[in-house]
């Protein structure tokens, strides 16, 4: 018997859409189980449902394994069995934000604000301290921030620089490091703790005093740090530079704007 849509499956999503993420939602609270069946659970033909796996697959939302053979053992290969992966779980949602919420007031109420000072100390050291040597032996602060905001892509942040001011002699430019994404504002909205914590360990690792701008977590499109930079010294020729996940950088030719 068919299933009916599931009423938390947003309505601007595509018919198309919205069957796969039945067909997820039926891998996620029956499965592993095969393309027959879940184009039996659902009412729909066993070719449409094939599409939506393999597109499924294709992302890695969803893994095969063979099915367990019952009786003799007959000709042919064993029927395939579909399963959710983590990032397919993740489509439905995880409540860990509400946790890390949950466990930092815990900390807060029982060991004090030192130990969430403490807490927030500990975790950007874990995040940049690996990256450490690679960013103080850069030249200048410039430079470092590049570094850093290479690190910061390499850990999820999806970091850029790029230069402000006008370089002129004996006049001072500065450099901003550019957050286009934060993995923990929601927390962080919270428990500015963390972003105090950052924002500290950016100064120790570019050698300079930083001054912070923007936070997602108040609602910003991003976090942006301004690094002060050496008079007659520009950071780089490039108004713009975006760090990819490799480590490489680009140009963006957006004329200096705000990242």
Known sequence: MPRAAHPHVPSQVSAEGKTRHEVARLLLEQGPMTAVVVAEQLGISPAAVRRHLDALLADGEAETRDAPRRGPRGRGRPAKLFLLTEPGRARFGHAYDDLAVSAIRFLAEHAGEDAVRAFAERRIEKLVGPHRSAI????????????????????????????????????????????????????????????????????????????????????????????????????????????????????????????
Request: hydrophobic share 35%; net charge negative; proline share 10%.
């Open 136 to 259: 103080t032996g850069a030249s200048d602060p410039a430079a470092r921030a590049e570094a850093l905001a290479a690190a910061l892509t390499r850990e999820g942040y999806a970091a850029s620089t790029r230069q402000v001011g006008a370089p002129a002699p004996g006049q001072n430019v500065g450099a901003q490091l550019c957050q286009h994404h934060c993995p923990v504002a929601h927390v962080a909205a919270e428990f500015p703790q963390l972003c105090e914590a950052e924002t500290e360990a950016f100064a120790e690792l570019l050698g300079t005093h930083v001054q912070r701008l923007a936070t997602i977590a108040r609602g910003d499109s991003a976090c942006t740090t301004h690094v002060p930079v050496t008079a007659g010294q520009p950071a780089h020729p490039e108004p713009v530079r975006t760090v990819s996940p490799e480590g490489h950088t680009a140009r963006i030719p957006n004329g200096g704007k705000p990242a």
